[in-house]
Each structure stands twice: as C-alpha cells, then as structure tokens.
C-alpha cells in the first residue's frame, strides 16, 4: 500500500520558520517528481513548490520565493519543504504529491499527472 505522509506542520508566530516532511512508503519516490500543495479555508488548493526527479530542478511559486526551499533525500525516500519567514497568509493545510512533471501556470507551480496524495499537515502561523 502507497502512502504519503506528511509531518512538521504546527502553530508558529509570524516570522517563525517550519520544516514540513513528506515521507513514503510502497513506492520510491525517486523517479517521480514531488509537489508541495496548500489549501486554506475557503481557498481552492494551490502548488506551492516542485521538485523533479532527475536533476532535481526546482519550481516555487511567486508567492513564496525566497521563502522556502524543496529539496529531496533518496536515501530516505523523503521529500521536504523548508519555510522561513512565514506569513499568516501562508496558514493552510499542506499537502504533498507524486507525478510526473513539474510546471508553472499563472506563477504556480503544478504537477501534469499526480499519483498520489499525502492526507496534509496544517500549518498555522499566528501571534
């Protein structure tokens, strides 16, 4: 069975930093491309950040660039989002996804073929 599971997510003040996990198990990650997703309350659910699966090239969204930073370890088989910075704008329940290749579409970044989901982490970031 594939599950992804996300952790690190929690109440933090503005400013404050975060580091968000994606781990999995029943499939390596390795080949597939990743992709951190948001969705605030009342929001639709936005790409936040990619990362591919070959040369590890990175796509952030405009919003947070300079912010945060994805990266991957194989040994692991484990994705993360580091955040800094962060804003009460950037409160929402983090999710991340296995797919194939990352692109960037109204400065966001998305997956063209998702398969699978981690269930979130929420991230509150306020005084």
């Known amino acids: 069975q594939v599950q992804l599971v996300e952790s690190g997510g929690g109440l933090v003040q503005p400013g404050g930093s975060l580091r968000l996990s994606c781990a999995a198990s029943g499939v390596t990650l390795a080949p597939y491309h990743i992709g951190w997703f948001r969705q605030a309350p009342g929001n639709e659910r936005e790409g936040v950040a990619c990362i591919e699966g070959d040369f590890g090239a990175t796509l952030y969204a405009d919003s947070v660039k300079g912010r945060v930073t994805i990266s991957r370890d194989h040994r692991k088989n484990a994705v993360y989002l580091q955040m800094i910075s962060l804003k009460p704008e950037d409160t929402a329940v983090y999710s991340c996804?296995?797919?194939?290749?990352?692109?960037?579409?109204?400065?966001?970044?998305?997956?063209?073929?998702?398969?699978?989901w981690g269930q979130g982490t929420q991230v509150t970031v306020s005084s």
């Open positions: 996804a296995a797919g194939y290749r990352c692109f960037v579409q109204n400065g966001k970044p998305l997956l063209r073929r998702t398969d699978y």
